[in-house]
């Protein structure tokens, strides 16, 4: 596994990229904050009352030296802050909703990425995933051209590296959803040094079977090629047509990937999340995620039940995806 973050460390070391962890208190985010900061690997900034985090730090005997520590109820540009906010919602917050929510440490966290004061947040150790991604779609908001965010899982397993999506966040997509899904999933497969050969899942290879649910992944590979004509993309596959060479062969024999996907995009979410769970339980793969993808800037949720090594891992996730 450590190999996976040395190339994405690699990405990140001298880029000067700064990551904000709003849930400053939690022991695992402290303990990987100061260690981010010790390396110098990123710049990390903290949420929280200064005396209260320190306090804390000192406790765990965590080196803050290097990390910053902002309190959103004592910061000098809350008041810009205030004004940046109400502009992006767009009459939907009045000053006086802006002051209040903002002293919330995941919207306080969220704006200092998109004032520039921050180049990517990670939260959720001890948040939910929608308090920590309500605000990005809110304040960040998807690319242009991206209607939807999504979350892929990198599945590990030795020197094997695959991408999974979308795994977390779009319970039906349809074919413009699963177009964006595959388009973006490329993208974060070359952050891990994966060359993306991406598979559009169905329970049918070629036309095998034909049905709504079929069609719309058909009509997905149409979408995401005109979306990125250098895609190198194929579908619908099943599994094995996408996977195993010589199952390829007999099944799709004049399709562009030869049983050699390295990218798999599944046509719902209950696919998407049974389908990693069981390589992660069956297979012996390591999940890495849930990554989220498509947003102007870099937000990314973790699990409740991480670790502080997941923290560390997901910032320079985070930082790499601001680089890219």
Same mark, same amino acid.
């Given at each position: 596994?450590?190999?996976?973050?040395?190339?994405?460390?690699?990405? +990140? !070391?001298?880029?000067?990229?700064?990551?904000? *962890?709003?849930?400053?208190?939690?022991? $695992?985010?402290?303990?990987?904050?100061? $260690?981010?900061?010790?390396?110098?690997? &990123?710049?990390?900034?903290?949420?929280?009352?200064? @005396?209260?985090?320190?306090?804390?730090?000192?406790?765990?005997?965590?080196?803050?030296?290097? %990390?910053?520590?902002?309190?959103?109820?004592? =910061?000098?540009?809350?008041?810009?802050?205030?004004?940046?906010?109400?502009?992006?919602?767009?009459?939907?917050?009045?000053?006086?909703?802006? $002051?209040?929510? &903002?002293?919330?440490?995941?919207?306080?966290? %969220?704006?200092?990425? =998109?004032?520039?004061?921050?180049?990517?947040? /990670?939260?959720?150790?001890?948040?939910?995933?929608?308090?920590?991604?309500? #605000?990005?779609?809110?304040?960040?908001?998807?690319?242009?051209?991206?209607?939807?965010?999504?979350?892929?899982?990198?599945?590990?397993?030795?020197?094997?590296? =695959?991408?999974?999506?979308?795994?977390?966040?779009?319970?039906?997509?349809?074919?413009?959803?699963?177009?964006?899904?595959?388009?973006?999933?490329? /993208?974060?497969?070359?952050?891990?040094? +994966?060359?993306?050969?991406?598979?559009? &899942?169905?329970?049918?290879?070629?036309?095998?079977?034909?049905? #709504?649910? %079929?069609?719309? +992944?058909?009509?997905?590979?149409?979408?995401?090629?005109?979306?990125?004509?250098?895609?190198?993309? @194929?579908?619908? *596959?099943?599994?094995?047509?996408?996977?195993?060479?010589?199952?390829?062969?007999?099944?799709?024999?004049?399709?562009?990937?030869?049983?050699?996907?390295?990218?798999?995009? *599944?046509?719902?979410?209950?696919?998407?999340?049974?389908? =990693?769970?069981?390589?992660?339980?069956?297979?012996?793969?390591?999940?890495?995620?849930?990554?989220?993808?498509?947003? !102007?800037?870099? /937000?990314?949720?973790?699990? $409740?039940?991480?670790?502080?090594?997941?923290?560390? !891992?997901?910032? &320079?996730?985070?930082?790499?995806?601001?680089?890219?």
């Amino acid at each position: 596994m450590g190999h996976l973050f040395d190339e994405v460390k690699a990405k +990140v !070391n001298g880029k000067d990229k700064s990551i904000v *962890f709003p849930e400053g208190l939690d022991e $695992r985010i402290l303990t990987a904050a100061g $260690r981010l900061g010790t390396d110098g690997v &990123l710049k990390p900034i903290l949420v929280g009352n200064k @005396d209260a985090v320190q306090k804390r730090a000192d406790e765990l005997n965590i080196d803050l030296t290097n %990390t910053t520590v902002l309190d959103p109820s004592n =910061y000098e540009k809350f008041d810009e802050m205030v004004q940046a906010f109400v502009e992006r919602r767009k009459g939907k917050a009045t000053e006086e909703d802006a $002051r209040k929510m &903002l002293l919330d440490e995941n919207y306080f966290g %969220t704006m200092l990425v =998109y004032m520039n004061e921050a180049d990517g947040l /990670v939260s959720g150790a001890a948040h939910s995933t929608a308090d920590t991604v309500r #605000p990005a779609l809110q304040i960040i908001k998807t690319k242009e051209g991206v209607k939807k965010t999504s979350g892929v899982f990198i599945m590990v397993r030795e020197d094997e590296k =695959y991408v999974f999506a979308d795994c977390a966040i779009n319970i039906a997509p349809d074919s413009n959803d699963l177009a964006e899904i595959a388009v973006e999933s490329a /993208v974060t497969a070359k952050l891990f040094g +994966v060359d993306p050969k991406v598979a559009m &899942l169905s329970f049918s290879t070629k036309g095998s079977a034909k049905s #709504p649910e %079929t069609e719309k +992944v058909v009509e997905a590979l149409q979408l995401a090629k005109e979306k990125d004509a250098s895609l190198v993309i @194929d579908g619908e *596959f099943q599994f094995d047509a996408a996977f195993v060479p010589s199952v390829a062969a007999k099944k799709a024999p004049d399709a562009v990937i030869k049983g050699d996907a390295n990218v798999f995009v *599944f046509p719902s979410l209950e696919a998407g999340n049974i389908g =990693y769970k069981i390589a992660q339980r069956l297979g012996g793969f390591e999940a890495v995620g849930p990554i989220l993808q498509g947003l !102007n800037k870099p /937000v990314n949720d973790l699990s $409740r039940g991480c670790s502080a090594e997941d923290v560390y !891992n997901l910032a &320079l996730i985070t930082a790499a995806q601001a680089v890219q």
